[in-house]
């Protein structure tokens, strides 16, 4: 028996991380205008790598727009370069402020769609959402009628770290079931972050009008979708968990999450 030790990427102690092997997509698909808006904040120790796996999938028109709320830990400058690494394929919006996730997606969808981008993936920076999954999402949305397909923790397939403990899934899961209690929106993963957007589509929801700043952002995007008659498809994906960095979830972003969907039912009422 050999006494060397195992690769540290296959100790018993450690998680496994599942990286799914990317799917081969036919012409068009394959060269279809892609823009990834990754919003960052203090990501200096993720974006390197993100970007990384983004440019290395066979995907040619991709690209990437990253937008930086003044990190502290240098994570706009090390944009900067990675812009100049990969020439125009990547786009820096720097914002002078932490101004939450909503404004920072609003800003870098924005500037896909008017760079022409048919279609746009919205992720986090942290690599809670495998990179292998893109052209599976760009595959699915060509494939239907959808304006928006989402990489769903909660559909038949999907899975959740296995660092997740016990508190932080039940919390996971009774956030998705009050806001489709709440908004009746027939999804399951409807605080979902990992997913691509229709440029169409997109243009429908009216972005300047968009109203949460944090996470319920993720739900304003699905209400909208969904009161506009946009199909909606989820397709499985296994959900990471950071390795490098802090979350920023905090009480005021927790707070907005659970009075968003009523004000947003509220306001849907006010129109009837």
């Known amino acids: 028996m050999s006494s060397r030790s195992p690769h540290p990427e296959h100790r018993p102690s450690e998680p496994v991380r599942v990286t799914p092997e990317p799917v081969a997509l036919p012409e068009p698909w394959r060269s279809s205008r892609l823009t990834v808006v990754v919003p960052t904040y203090d990501e200096a120790g993720n974006l390197p790598v993100l970007v990384s796996r983004l440019m290395a999938l066979d995907l040619p028109e991709l690209?990437?727009?990253v937008v930086d709320d003044n990190s502290p830990d240098g994570t706009g400058e090390i944009a900067d370069k990675l812009a100049i690494e990969y020439g125009g394929r990547l786009d820096?919006?720097?914002r002078t402020k932490k101004d939450g996730l909503g404004r920072a997606y609003v800003e870098g969808m924005t500037r896909a769609l008017e760079d022409g981008a048919d279609y746009v993936v919205q992720m986090d920076a942290d690599l809670s959402h495998p990179v292998g999954y893109v052209p599976q999402l760009l595959g699915t949305l060509h494939a239907t009628d959808a304006g928006v397909v989402i990489g769903s923790r909660y559909v038949p397939g999907?899975?959740?770290?296995?660092?997740?403990?016990a508190r932080r899934r039940l919390l996971s899961g009774w956030a998705n079931a009050y806001v489709k209690t709440v908004l009746a929106i027939?999804?399951?993963?409807?605080?979902?972050?990992?997913k691509i957007w229709r440029a169409?589509?997109?243009r429908t929801l009216d972005l300047a009008g968009i109203e949460s700043t944090g996470y319920a952002f993720q739900v304003e995007m699905h209400y909208r979708a969904y009161r506009r008659g946009r199909k909606i498809v989820e397709i499985p994906i296994h959900f990471e968990d950071r390795v490098v960095g802090r979350s920023k979830l905090d009480g005021a972003v927790a707070l907005e999450a659970a009075l968003r969907p009523l004000r947003l039912r509220r306001a849907e009422n006010a129109r009837r």
């Open 92 to 94: 820096v919006l720097h």
């Open 200 to 202: 169409s589509a997109l």
């Open 186 to 194: 027939p999804v399951r993963d409807v605080t979902a972050g990992f």
């Open 63 to 65: 690209r990437i727009v």
């Open 158 to 165: 999907g899975s959740l770290s296995e660092t997740w403990g």
